[in-house]
């Protein structure tokens, strides 16, 4: 089982700053089979980005992800206020599939 | 547009059964699987496993083996997941969740139900 850790656990910015999230994986993820979703309270996750960098439909281009193998980030250029939410990173390469932990990204 | 309706939430007593179904609509219904994602209060997502909605295979994660049917209808786009013996940490919101067709190819999560609240309690 690959084992996805998310750090920080907690990031604390402003709104206009930009966020540094990171995904290791225990072991090499199968052809950048990484996905990152967004969640609020109360509501389903929703898909940022697939192939560890290709941005899902309708997902604004402040949001970009990056690496390969274990070690992946997304990046948010510049926080909106919607921003603020949870975020999960998915390895989709190999059974079973894998969440991250989260990063909850709060305002400071 | 594609959608995935999931049934309401439920009340059970520990030892008992629930079967949680998720209706899908805007895309053709055997081209995909249905993974289940589970989530307690206040924590994280669990995957819990995979149903081929083309085939009917599955694929389970290895603690839930035993306890969790996973199964489709084709004729009415619907999947059901049904969790047996339940205890009380398996108070959950359970999301129905369109994947692959097929568990050795790489397609990631792209739409969600909308939660069903599982409740278990004495």
């Known amino acids: 089982e690959i084992v996805l850790t998310q750090s920080p656990g907690t990031l604390a910015l402003s709104p206009g700053e930009r966020a540094t999230l990171s995904c290791r994986a225990s072991q090499s993820v199968r052809s950048d089979c990484l996905a990152w979703y967004q969640q609020k309270p109360g509501q389903a996750p929703r898909l940022l980005i697939y192939?560890?960098?290709i941005r899902a439909t309708g997902i604004p281009d402040r949001f970009s992800g990056s690496g390969s193998g274990t070690d992946f980030t997304l990046t948010i250029s510049r926080l909106e206020p919607e921003d603020f939410a949870v975020y999960y990173c998915r390895q989709y390469g190999s059974s079973p599939r894998t969440f991250g932990q989260g990063t909850k990204l709060e305002i400071k | 547009q594609v959608q995935l309706l999931q049934s309401g939430a439920e009340v059970k007593k520990p030892g008992a059964s629930v079967k949680v179904s998720c209706k899908a609509s805007g895309y053709s219904f055997t081209n995909y699987g249905i993974s289940w994602v589970r989530q307690a209060p206040g924590q994280g997502l669990e995957w819990m496993g995979w149903i081929s909605a083309y085939n009917g295979n599955t694929n389970y994660v290895q603690k839930f083996q035993g306890r969790v049917t996973m199964t489709t209808d084709t004729s009415t786009s619907t999947a059901y997941m049904e969790l047996r013996s339940l205890r009380s940490d398996d108070t959950a919101v359970y999301y129905c969740?369109?994947?692959?067709?097929?568990?050795?190819?790489?397609?990631?999560?792209?739409?969600w139900g909308q939660g069903t609240l599982v409740t278990v309690s004495s």
């Open positions: 969740a369109r994947e692959g067709n097929d568990i050795l190819t790489g397609y990631p999560i792209d739409y």
């Open positions: 192939g560890a960098s």
